[in-house]
């Protein structure tokens, strides 16, 4: 069944309801735009299921798994000519959304609530200009490693506008 709820009927009116999926899966919409609030075209948008985090392991066994783990998206859209995108397989549940577009920075929205019961806005997704970084990895006698995987993480006590020259770039 879909609800919606908050619904103001008045005899002999006209109430639009917009878009209303009907079915067993749940619809999230949203929009990606670039910096000056234009529309993307052919941005990428994927639906990740929150991981959770095992009580026992601790915070630093969790931020290991999360650095080795490949998630793979429940589903992955492209947006329209708008910039527009919808979910049409996302069953009730938290999901982390990626977006990424080419000279755009990537952006991951996590703790997005789709449920059925809800008539939520749709979401808008603002990419922000890229930076890229280039090297490669070495061992300890300076041999390319192949298919290295590299994990950038942002390190939040660093005041903005004094990152250090490792950040740079990033």
């Given at each position: 069944?879909?609800?919606?709820?908050?619904v103001?009927v008045?005899?002999?009116?006209?109430?639009?309801?917009?878009?209303?999926?009907?079915?067993?899966?749940?619809v999230?919409?949203?929009?990606?735009?670039?910096?000056?609030?234009?529309?993307?075209?052919?941005?990428?948008?994927?639906?990740?299921?929150?991981?959770?985090?095992?009580?026992?392991?601790?915070?630093?066994?969790?931020?290991?798994?999360?650095?080795?783990?490949?998630?793979?998206?429940?589903?992955?859209?492209?947006?329209?000519?708008?910039?527009?995108?919808?979910?049409?397989?996302?069953?009730?549940?938290?999901?982390?959304?990626?977006?990424?577009h080419?000279?755009?920075?990537?952006?991951?929205?996590?703790?997005?609530?789709?449920?059925a019961?809800?008539?939520?806005?749709?979401?808008?997704?603002?990419?922000?200009?890229?930076?890229a970084?280039?090297?490669?990895?070495?061992?300890?006698?300076?041999?390319?490693?192949?298919?290295?995987?590299?994990?950038?993480?942002?390190?939040?006590?660093?005041?903005?506008?004094?990152?250090?020259?490792?950040?740079?770039?990033?």
């Amino acid at each position: 069944p879909v609800i919606v709820e908050g619904v103001n009927v008045r005899p002999a009116a006209v109430t639009d309801l917009g878009d209303v999926w009907i079915g067993k899966n749940v619809v999230l919409r949203g929009r990606v735009i670039d910096p000056q609030g234009r529309p993307l075209a052919k941005a990428a948008v994927a639906a990740y299921a929150n991981l959770r985090a095992n009580a026992g392991q601790g915070m630093v066994g969790y931020l290991v798994d999360q650095s080795l783990a490949v998630p793979r998206a429940e589903e992955e859209v492209s947006t329209d000519d708008e910039g527009w995108f919808r979910f049409l397989a996302l069953a009730d549940g938290t999901y982390a959304l990626v977006a990424k577009h080419p000279g755009y920075g990537m952006r991951q929205q996590n703790d997005v609530v789709v449920s059925a019961r809800s008539a939520a806005s749709p979401l808008t997704i603002r990419l922000e200009a890229g930076a890229a970084l280039q090297g490669k990895v070495v061992d300890a006698e300076g041999r390319a490693v192949p298919s290295a995987r590299i994990v950038a993480l942002r390190d939040s006590t660093i005041a903005c506008g004094s990152a250090s020259s490792a950040e740079s770039g990033i």
